[in-house]
């Protein structure tokens, strides 16, 4: 493996101090690419994406998800979708919804959110703070995190054996697990921690975005998705072509807003996220607003767990 000798200053891994140069080639870009858009505005944090990925993917080609020392004191184990919940404070944020349409008008937010994780809140003994003259209080949001399969991403070319791979007929990232050696190469090279290394089998695992299941014709049609799409109850995950102007995903994301996870990288992950709806009343947390009169959802094809829910909180 040949490397470069840069200033740790100029490194994301400062420790280190070394960039890993391309083993792997990228296949030529294509229109077609497959992902998931993530809405933050009605995701709930119930962690029921997390769990059907793992029961999913817990066989077959890319199973198992093995768990070590699952009832010990520190259980760990191999997830491919975690969610993770933050309190946000201060509003004027891209993220916030309220920066998108600032956006929109050629404007940009003057700053981005301070974002606490609870286990950093904890050990501070902070409460929540919103910022001075905001109109609006700290908001929960919970964040879904998984591999974005972007579209030039450096985990593939750092791998030394070709193991982790981008397919150019959908753009999906996998790794072979017969040519993995455990390196970590990919693992350093991703900044949005989406790589799993398992210590049982010692091979990386990832996100598939279900490709067993997507192409499966033995299934039907409504349930050719992935698996974490298919058990939101809120309808916060939804899958599709990004790469076509016209599909219901790539819709979505004009409309609201959709924005890369750390765009700043230049990985142009596939995956899209929206941003939390400002709330009429001033309160910002997902899980306690209530949907707006005007934003003319149609429960019509939810289940009917959903449907009566809406009865309920509609009168």
Request: with cysteine; charged share 25%; net charge neutral.
């Amino acid at each position: 493996m040949r490397r470069e000798r840069l200033p740790l200053s100029g490194y994301r891994l400062p420790a280190i101090g070394y960039r890993l140069v391309a083993m792997t080639s990228l296949p030529a870009p294509t229109s077609r690419k497959l992902g998931l858009v993530i809405d933050l505005d009605t995701c709930v944090g119930c962690h029921a994406c997390a769990v059907a990925c793992k029961e999913w993917n817990d066989g077959g080609q890319f199973g198992p998800l093995i768990d070590e020392n699952p009832y010990g004191r520190e259980p760990f184990g191999v997830w491919f979708n975690r969610v993770h919940t933050y309190e946000v404070t201060g509003i004027g944020s891209r993220e916030s919804g309220i920066g998108r349409e600032a956006d929109r008008r050629g404007e940009r937010a003057a700053a981005r959110p301070a974002v606490e994780d609870s286990d950093t809140r904890e050990k501070a003994g902070s409460a929540r703070f919103p910022i001075p003259d905001s109109p609006f209080p700290a908001m929960t949001v919970h964040f879904p995190r998984s591999c974005l399969h972007c579209e030039t991403p450096d985990c593939v070319t750092v791998c030394p054996t070709g193991a982790s791979y981008k397919r150019a007929e959908d753009g999906i990232v996998l790794v072979d697990e017969d040519k993995c050696i455990g390196c970590k190469l990919c693992s350093w090279a991703c900044p949005y921690g989406a790589r799993e290394y398992s210590e049982v089998r010692g091979t990386m695992q990832k996100c598939t975005l279900c490709v067993d299941r997507i192409y499966n014709e033995t299934f039907d049609e409504a349930d050719r998705q992935p698996a974490c799409v298919m058990a939101c109850p809120t309808r916060a995950r939804h899958f599709g072509d990004l790469g076509d102007a016209d599909s219901a995903v790539s819709k979505l994301v004009a409309d609201r807003g959709g924005y890369d996870l750390m765009p700043e990288f230049g990985y142009k992950p596939v995956n899209k996220y929206l941003p939390p709806r400002p709330r009429r009343d001033g309160n910002c947390s997902p899980a306690a607003s209530k949907v707006a009169k005007d934003d003319n959802v149609d429960f019509s094809t939810a289940s009917p767990l959903l449907r009566w829910m809406d009865r309920i909180l509609s009168r």
